[in-house]
């Protein structure tokens, strides 16, 4: 099992970004899959989450209405549409298969100006 993070970078206030997470050795359309981040200092925190059906999204009040999670069955990866991005959503962000536990080594997003 595998889950590999891409589309970090950095971004002025305002702007957009989308991450990536490429999974290898599962379906990601079989588990709950969650998109977290973190800061020096901070815990890990729950950024937005998409049920295994797909049905189902949850999203932490800081990003909602801003950053929209996604999945791509044919391409086994699961996206982060960050838009209206803000100083205070720097951090690393992790990719997470839920049930039995796997982590993505995270990408550095970083917003300013």
């Known amino acids: 099992v595998q889950l590999v993070e891409s589309g970090g970078g950095l971004v002025q206030p305002g702007g957009s970004l989308r991450l990536s997470c490429r999974a290898s050795g599962f379906t990601v359309s079989a588990y709950g899959m969650s998109w977290h981040r973190q800061v020096p200092g901070k815990e890990r925190e729950l950024v937005a989450y998409?049920?295994?059906?797909?049905?189902?999204?949850d999203y932490a009040d800081s990003v909602k209405g801003r950053f929209t999670i996604s999945r791509d069955n044919a391409k086994n990866t699961v996206f982060l549409q960050m838009n209206s991005l803000k100083p205070e959503d720097t951090a690393v962000y992790y990719c997470?298969?839920?049930?039995?536990?796997?982590w993505g080594r995270g990408t550095q997003v970083t917003v300013s100006s």
């Open positions: 997470k298969r839920h049930g039995v536990v796997y």
């Open positions: 998409i049920s295994s059906a797909g049905v189902n999204t």
